[in-house]
């Protein structure tokens, strides 16, 4: 049972290239999200998911795609790479309902040049 | 809308010495409420949670009860160890599908 798991763990962009992040899970969690971390904002909400072919915006979409065609999956896409999408990207997955715990991947540190 | 504040860090502690972090929350209707902690260069992980009024989270030694007339949910440790560092979130949670809204964290230094 390998939980969340995130690639790359690292990732150095230029500016206006666009990449992938991936996430999996094995728990079979209906409910998927992804957050960025950023000094002195704790986590905050860019997309999120609650059943393959169902996605919904959070907190700071702008810049991000996301699409989840299995339960398993749930990359993100970033359009066009700006430096201010320099961060550590997490994955996190759960069952469904407001008291179940979220299990996070271990992280993506992106920058952007 | 919903909101966390906890206060801010770092906090830094001789190792044995009593914790305390501060999280009060701004909600509507009931929500269940959480610590996750984040080790250096880890994902987060559950601490404790507590999913309504009067209930006590605890784990590892960690212990937090959610305070519904003080909109309130701080964390305590009487003994801290240096293993305890690292950085800690309130979160909470309103949302039927698991929608998590983070405090902005407090790191925690524990020293010798």
């Known amino acids: 049972n390998a939980g969340v798991t995130q690639t790359p763990k690292f990732q150095v962009l230029k500016t206006g290239q666009s990449m992938t992040l991936q996430c999996a899970q094995d728990?079979?969690?209906?409910?998927m999200s992804w957050y960025r971390q950023d000094p002195g904002m704790g986590l905050r909400l860019i997309h999120y998911?609650?059943?393959?072919?169902?996605?919904d915006q959070g907190e700071v979409p702008n810049g991000y795609n996301v699409s989840r065609s299995t339960t398993e999956d749930f990359p993100l896409r970033l359009l066009s790479a700006a430096p201010s999408q320099t961060s550590v990207y997490f994955c996190?997955?759960?069952?469904?309902?407001?008291?179940?715990?979220?299990?996070f991947g271990p992280g993506t540190r992106l920058t952007v040049l | 809308g919903d909101s966390v504040t906890q206060m801010e860090g770092p906090v830094t502690l001789s190792e044995e010495a009593f914790l305390t972090i501060n999280c009060t929350y701004t909600?509507?209707?009931?929500?269940?409420l959480f610590w996750y902690v984040q080790y250096p260069g880890e994902g987060l992980q559950l601490l404790l949670k507590?999913?309504?009024?009067?209930d006590k989270g605890s784990n590892k030694g960690f212990e937090a009860t959610y305070r519904k007339e003080t909109t309130s949910f701080h964390l305590e440790k009487g003994s801290v160890q240096v293993s305890d560092s690292a950085v800690y979130f309130c979160?909470?949670?309103?949302?039927?599908?698991?929608?998590?809204?983070f405090g902005a964290g407090t790191q925690v230094v524990v020293t010798p």
């Open positions: 996190a997955s759960s069952l469904k309902g407001a008291y179940n715990e979220q299990f």
């Open positions: 728990m079979n969690h209906e409910y």
């Open positions: 998911s609650v059943g393959a072919g169902i996605t």
């Open positions: 909600a509507t209707g009931y929500p269940s």
């Open positions: 507590a999913t309504k009024a009067d």
């Open positions: 979160a909470l949670g309103t949302d039927s599908w698991g929608k998590l809204q």
